[in-house]
T-cell receptor
Framework: DVKVTQSSRYLVKRTGEKVFLECVQD?????MFWYRQDPGLGLRLIYF???????EKGDIPEGYSVSREKKERFSLILESASTNQTSMYLC???????????FGPGTRLTVT | KQEVTQIPAALSVPEGENLVLNCSFT??????LQWFRQDPGKGLTSLLL?????REQTSGRLNASLDKSSGRSTLYIAASQPGDSATYLC????????????FGIGTKLQVIP
């Protein structure tokens, strides 16, 4: 069974703090994704990593950066957290060649 | 740019009813289509993946069909149960580039005992 884990289920941070969200997958997948999900807006892609060497901006990268030092780990960084980054953050990995996506349990981040 | 629409946005049915959820997409040059289930406050669970060369996929009481030419997929749930209550999302990889994925906003299903 593919397993995607995220470092925290719930997180509360203060405005201006640097926040790290970590995601680990155990199936040797090349592709990994970070999404945020907000009511009425659905899932929006923040960043995408095709492999360890390549990171691509998604639809809403502003205020975020990513790190992928190892194939199994993809980290999302909020450089200076703001209240409008309060959201559910979902990590996913993708199997090639089927292109099937697998999701982690999500991190509910609240920025106060 | 790919756009994915799911209708209806919400659905409430009595237990035991068979039901159909709809997903439509604008760019028919898709590689595959994936259906997910999401329980409140949780991540997405993969239900079915249909490759572009397939017409349908089945898993237990679930059957998903794909009609690329019309840009549509349906998820059929037989003999619905209260435990099926969740939000159902469909997702389609973009046809070009690195194949980023576009999601529908989902259909929120409530099965009433």
């Amino acid at each position: 069974d593919v397993k995607v884990t995220q470092s925290s289920r719930y997180l509360v941070k203060r405005t201006g703090e640097k926040v790290f969200l970590e995601c680990v997958q155990d199936m040797d997948h090349e592709n990994m994704f970070w999404y945020r999900q907000d009511p009425g807006l659905g899932l929006r892609l923040i960043y995408f990593s095709y492999d360890v060497k390549m990171k691509e901006k998604g639809d809403i990268p502003e205020g975020y950066s990513v790190s992928r030092e190892k194939k199994e780990r993809f980290s999302l960084i909020l450089e200076s957290a703001s209240t409008n980054q309060t959201s559910m953050y979902l990590c996913a990995s993708r199997d090639l060649p089927t292109y099937e996506q697998y999701f982690g349990p999500g991190t509910r981040l609240t920025v106060t | 740019k790919q756009e994915v629409t799911q209708i209806p946005a919400a659905l409430s049915v009595p237990e035991g009813e068979n039901l159909v959820l709809n997903c439509s997409f604008t760019d028919s040059a898709i590689y595959n289509l994936q259906w997910f289930r999401q329980d409140p406050g949780k991540g997405l669970t993969s239900l079915l993946l249909i490759q572009s060369s397939q017409r349908e996929q089945t898993s237990g009481r679930l059957n998903a069909s794909l009609d690329k030419s019309s840009g549509r997929s349906t998820l059929y749930i037989a003999a619905s149960q209260p435990g099926d209550s969740a939000t159902y999302l469909c997702a389609v990889p973009d046809s070009g580039g690195y194949q980023k994925v576009t999601f529908g906003i989902g259909t929120k299903l409530q099965v009433i005992p």
